[in-house]
């Protein structure tokens, strides 16, 4: 088989290093917008063909897509006329709604596109933060639609599975609204933690707690504003809960109501889910 990487970051480097390091049978091609990053990940041989142009991606079986998601239409455009009508698309973007609909209105055989979302990346980006055993048991989030062609989805789901992953299907709606409360609302918290730690610098560091609540804030800014803002119906409607939460919150500590504080805590704890 065929495969060419669109996109040579974290994501992207880490398909081929696993596809490398379980030494799947397929050739592997790759193409980014920085010629240097392709010519690294050559030499690193995560890549078997550098891809001078995403044109030169069209003659794969698999093309996956992973880029920034603001990327994609264009791409879609890029290789119009000259896909096949087998070849078969993924993407590993984080927000799916919106990429389901470039796909059925730029790509000709939007059918063979398959959206997807490995639940495994880190707050590190780029070619360094690239590991072979980035989707090792890993959930993958695939979201067909009524018009998938079904072949085309047991072919990413094969491949998902050939890089150690667990290929989960939902719809793209239901993964947006679930994302956005599972990591869409903690980045904003991470974020707005750091920043407040700006404005109001402290003498200790913190402990774990804090390390495990600011992790995230590490990302890359420029693509969590696209995602953000690719998602923001459902991340407003969390950060409008928490933020209801935050009142309450504030209001019991400004009452100084041990009990009334306790009863909170203890309905919003793990133990008392």
Request: aromatic content about 6%; some cysteine; glycine content about 6%.
């Amino acid at each position: 088989m065929r495969l060419a990487i669109v996109g040579l970051g974290g994501i992207g480097a880490s398909v081929g290093l696993a596809c490398k390091a379980r030494g799947l049978p397929m050739s592997i091609g790759g193409y980014d917008l920085r010629p240097e990053i392709v010519q690294q990940a050559h030499a690193r041989g995560i890549i078997d063909t550098p891809c001078a142009t995403l044109e030169a991606c069209a003659e794969a079986d698999l093309l996956l897509f992973a880029t920034p998601p603001r990327a994609l239409p264009d791409c879609f455009r890029q290789l119009t006329h000259c896909l096949k009508p087998d070849t078969v698309l993924t993407d590993v973007a984080s927000v799916k709604t919106p990429i389901l609909a470039w796909a059925q209105q730029l790509l000709p055989h939007p059918q063979r596109f398959v959206g997807g979302h490995p639940i495994a990346g880190t707050e590190q980006s780029g070619l360094p933060a690239a590991r072979a055993d980035l989707f090792e048991s890993a959930p993958w989030v695939l979201t067909p639609t009524d018009q998938t062609d079904r072949d085309a989805l047991q072919q990413v789901e094969a491949f998902v599975q050939s890089l150690g992953a667990m290929p989960i299907a939902l719809s793209a709606e239901q993964h947006d609204r679930e994302f956005a409360l599972l990591s869409f609302l903690p980045h904003c918290i991470a974020f707005s933690l750091i920043a407040l730690h700006r404005q109001q610098p402290t003498s200790l560091q913190g402990g774990r707690s804090w390390r495990d609540a600011t992790r995230v804030a590490a990302s890359d800014p420029a693509l969590w504003t696209e995602l953000l803002l690719l998602n923001r119906e459902h991340t407003l409607d969390y950060l409008h809960a928490l933020t209801e939460h935050l009142r309450q919150l504030a209001q019991l500590l400004q009452q100084g109501d041990a009990d009334s504080l306790e009863a909170f805590l203890r309905s919003h704890s793990i133990q008392g889910a």
